[in-house]
């Protein structure tokens, strides 16, 4: 059984930096892929950015690709999303996911509990 506890949204103006960060209580040892999906009202959720196991594979969307970094802190099973300069667009509920790979949301195993950002003029 995996817990994980996403923090870090608020209010920012465009152009601006928020970092998010995704807590992993795991029950085991068993360490897991792990990624950012996000949903703004009335659209699908959307992926964001992925991470392997090992830190050394990341995945991107093209519309956050060079502005946000996705990274972890192993000992801690921590994942970390960076988010800069960011836009109006960006807004939306963040959700870190678990157990999964890539863009596909229903491979993902294990969910947070979402966390806002907003982006204004």
């Known amino acids: 059984q995996v817990q994980l506890v996403d923090s870090g949204g608020g209010l920012v103006q465009a152009g601006g930096s928020l970092r998010l960060s995704c807590e992993a209580s795991?029950?085991?040892?068993?360490?897991?892929?792990m990624g950012w999906f996000r949903q703004a009202p009335g659209k699908e959720r959307e992926f964001v950015a992925s991470i392997s196991v090992s830190g050394t594979l990341t995945q991107y969307a093209p519309s956050v690709k060079g502005r946000f970094t996705i990274s972890r802190d192993g000992p801690k099973n921590t994942v970390y999303l960076q988010m800069d300069t960011l836009e109006l667009a960006d807004t939306a509920v963040y959700y870190c996911a678990a157990g999964g790979w890539g863009p596909v949301a229903s491979d993902y195993d294990y969910w947070g509990q979402g966390t806002q950002v907003t982006v204004s003029s």
């Open positions: 795991v029950r085991t040892s068993r360490k897991y892929d």
